[in-house]
């Protein structure tokens, strides 16, 4: 009679546990499809929180312990950086439309005639010299000889420019999220680090503080000096007059982050000034990009050192693969991610992470530290 019993009993416990694993999957695949639309500006807030809570700390302290406000002023300043070089460029761009499209309607464009030597280049250059010349004398019909092949052309860039409108929202969104993770950084290291205990006995406060180090490293040394670089090229190409510089601005930014450098947009720009504005523009425009452009050389080290080191081709497999899959955003939330990703799984082969678990007082190093200065 036992055994019948037990077997019973076994029976309705699969089931039961079986019912429990199939209400906890569905519970878990529906959070995550409620979440999963947010989860780009989670992510970025979340680099943001712990890349500047060391200056949340600090400003909190000289505000006397007001986490509350120094998270405000801290938030305020960071969508101010945001809106600030991002309303410039759009409105330099909208001014630059006005121009050339009424002009190009009306036929007020000129095109300068095609050099000599053009047509004798091999195989392209009779084709090419053929249309810059009707494009000289006719800029009209050389446009609507071009239409057919430009349309798709036209649909592809107004798409990206959805994109980018739509990453510009996640970003606010995510900036202004990140004032209320600093005020809760405290309770939501703890829930991090005890869920890290329990997924990874013994080793979760470690995993932890690489994730911390890796992340700030990462947001700091190579996102940030790249947005703050491309920040002050931006500058100089709206004061000089350069056109195009929002286009200017963004490969600066994206060069930046995929640790190539600018110097080959600065030297461009500083030739085209040098070429068409005036000697005193040009002289001024090469004496503020020689700065920018070794701005994050001397930099980048600096921050880096305080962080982990991440192989460049992380960086440009993270920033590629970022932008495939979250469009423009993901060219922020890549690199940091898959940096992430790569640090814990060398740590996780070497059998030890690369952050001391322990700094010879019992605790360990925070996810978010707190410090007196930045």
Not at 266 to 294: N, S
């Amino acid at each position: 009679m036992d055994e019948p019993v037990q077997a019973a009993a076994a029976s309705r416990h699969t089931v039961d546990l079986s019912i429990r694993l199939v209400v906890l999957a569905l519970v878990i695949f529906w959070c995550g499809a409620i979440v999963w639309p947010f989860v780009e500006i989670l992510l970025w807030a979340l680099i943001l929180a712990v890349a500047v809570h060391q200056p949340f700390a600090w400003l909190s302290a000289r505000l006397g312990e007001r986490p509350v406000l120094a998270a405000v002023l801290l938030t305020l300043a960071m969508l101010g950086l945001l809106l600030g070089p991002v309303s410039l460029l759009a409105t330099q761009l909208v001014a630059n439309l006005q121009l050339v499209i009424p002009a190009l309607l009306q036929g007020q464009l000129r095109v300068p005639p095609p050099p000599e030597w053009l047509a004798a280049l091999p195989i392209v250059g009779e084709q090419i010299a053929a249309f810059w010349t009707l494009a000289s004398t006719n800029l009209r019909a050389a446009v609507q000889q071009l239409a057919p092949r430009l349309e798709p052309v036209g649909t592809t860039a107004l798409l990206l420019a959805a994109d980018a409108a739509l990453a510009f929202f996640k970003m606010l969104a995510a900036t202004a999220l990140t004032g209320f993770l600093l005020v809760m950084a405290a309770p939501m290291t703890r829930q991090a680090r005890s869920f890290a205990r329990r997924l990874v006995p013994g080793r979760g406060d470690d995993f932890i503080s690489l994730i911390g180090a890796t992340t700030r490293g990462v947001a700091r040394g190579v996102v940030g000096v790249a947005m703050l670089q491309s920040l002050l090229a931006g500058i100089g190409f709206l004061v000089a007059g350069i056109p195009g510089a929002g286009i200017l601005t963004f490969l600066v930014l994206v060069l930046g982050i995929l640790q190539i450098g600018a110097p080959l947009v600065l030297i461009g720009a500083v030739a085209y000034a040098w070429w068409a504005l005036d000697p005193l523009t040009a002289l001024l425009l090469t004496i503020w990009t020689i700065p920018v452009g070794l701005f994050d050389n001397v930099l980048r080290p600096i921050l880096m050192a305080r962080g982990v080191r991440v192989p460049m081709l992380v960086i440009l497999i993270g920033v590629v693969g970022g932008v495939l899959l979250h469009g423009l955003i993901g060219l922020f939330i890549g690199p940091v991610v898959l940096a992430i990703g790569y640090e814990l799984l060398i740590a996780w082969i070497a059998g030890e992470p690369g952050v001391p678990a322990d700094d010879g007082s019992g605790h360990h190093a925070p996810i978010m530290p707190s410090g007196d200065t930045p």
